[in-house]
């Protein structure tokens, strides 16, 4: 019989052996790893709850900083718009008398 040239051959059966099962390694299976894992984890967490709480801490804190410095700021442009009236209303005056304002 011929065969077609263009045909690939045919693959011999293998056994392929089967990729390990996914999921703990083997050496955290056992229960002292696991235990100690459990361990490490707790104070990993426990460590990040404390950071989260001063963290938490340090945004209030900012947060009341920004909110002062926002009334400060508010009261500084009232200020800088009642000096900018006194001095319109002086230069005002003074062009009245016919004084120049920057010789006197």
Known sequence: ALK?????PMKSEKKVAMPPKRGMPTTTRSPINRYKRETELKK??????N?????????????????DMKKLCDG???????LKKFQESYLLILEAK?????TG
Not at 76 to 82: H, P, R
């Open 4 to 8: 077609d040239p263009n045909q690939r």
């Open 76 to 82: 500084l442009e009232k200020e800088n718009e009642k």
């Open 51 to 67: 950071v989260k709480s001063e963290l938490s801490l340090k945004v209030a804190e900012m947060q009341k900083d920004m909110t």
């Open 98 to 102: 016919n004084w120049d304002p920057v």
């Open 44 to 49: 990993k967490n426990k460590f990040l709850d």
